[in-house]
């Protein structure tokens, strides 16, 4: 079996993770950067600079509503909570064992 994934398959790999992430409100951006060291806003930046590095014209706040299924501002009143002091610890640890991009 090969370790490489069609575009078809990451394709929609990535659909239901995002798909996943709206339906997980409960899943803060704060949790998941002090498990993962990456977030919602990280993942849609990645999309917004692959968008653009393909010829494409994709803002900031565009990349995060199609993320958050909604514009940024609407999904932080509704659904973010406060930061505690070791979920903002957890995530600076997680976030260093991050390798530079490529």
């Known amino acids: 079996m090969s370790t490489e994934i069609s575009d078809a398959s990451a394709a929609a790999a990535f659909r239901r993770l995002v798909t996943h992430l709206q339906h997980r409100h409960d899943a803060q951006n704060i949790d998941l950067m002090g498990l993962s060291g990456f977030c919602r806003n990280c993942l849609a930046d990645w999309v917004m600079e692959a968008t653009n590095d393909a010829g494409g014209n994709m803002t900031k706040d565009e990349a995060r509503e199609a993320i958050h299924g909604?514009?940024?501002?609407?999904?932080?009143?509704?659904?973010?909570?406060?930061?505690?002091?070791?979920?903002?610890?957890?995530?600076?640890e997680s976030v260093a064992k991050n390798k530079p991009p490529r």
């Open 70 to 92: 909604m514009p940024m501002a609407q999904w932080k009143d509704k659904y973010q909570t406060p930061a505690t002091d070791e979920q903002l610890s957890r995530m600076k």
